[in-house]
């Protein structure tokens, strides 16, 4: 099930779980790794749809194909968020990322489309009230006592040109 899509046949679900870890190289021997994460899980479908009617609450009757690869072009279009079921896990919080259906004589009466769909990671958002007192001088920070300054006694650097006209006794303002 795709969103609240039910097709006459899922022919191959490939699930994608993977964790990245991050390495720093080290001057001998193998890169230190100190933090892992999980990245967004990934699946693809390869449904099948037949125009014959199996099934018809589900896609109408007639062309049953033709609508049911508009409706998965309107989910991926929305941009919503849905769940997948499969036999091994559900998957909430996809999106349709490529929709692939070929169309040739031996699609003439049925949809055979590959479905690739990535995970959205949700956060929720919290709000927190900071105390008056707290935020009083907010751009005040702590400081750094970095001695004390010394004027630069050295002339100011004059360009080429201006040093150039200073020894030939003309003056450029």
Excluded: C, W
Aim: no cysteine; aromatic share 6%.
């Amino acid at each position: 099930m795709i969103g609240r899509l039910y097709f006459d046949a899922i022919l191959k679900t490939d699930h994608t779980l993977k964790l990245t870890t991050t390495e720093h190289p080290v001057e001998s021997g193998p890169n230190v790794v100190d933090h892992s994460y999980m990245e967004p899980s990934e699946v693809s479908m390869e449904i099948g749809v037949s125009d014959s009617a199996v099934n018809p609450a589900n896609f109408g009757k007639g062309a049953r194909s033709v609508t049911a690869f508009n409706e998965l072009a309107k989910l991926q279009a929305s941009g919503e968020p849905f769940t997948v079921i499969t036999r091994l896990k559900i998957y909430r919080n996809m999106v349709i990322g490529t929709l692939t259906a070929p169309d040739d004589f031996s699609t003439m009466h049925a949809l055979k489309a590959f479905v690739m769909m990535h995970e959205v990671p949700m956060v929720e958002t919290q709000t927190v009230t900071i105390s008056p007192r707290a935020s009083a001088q907010p751009q005040k920070t702590g400081s750094t006592n970095s001695g004390a300054k010394q004027p630069d006694a050295s002339p100011p650097q004059q360009s080429i040109l201006r040093q150039a006209a200073g020894n030939l006794g003309i003056s450029i303002f």
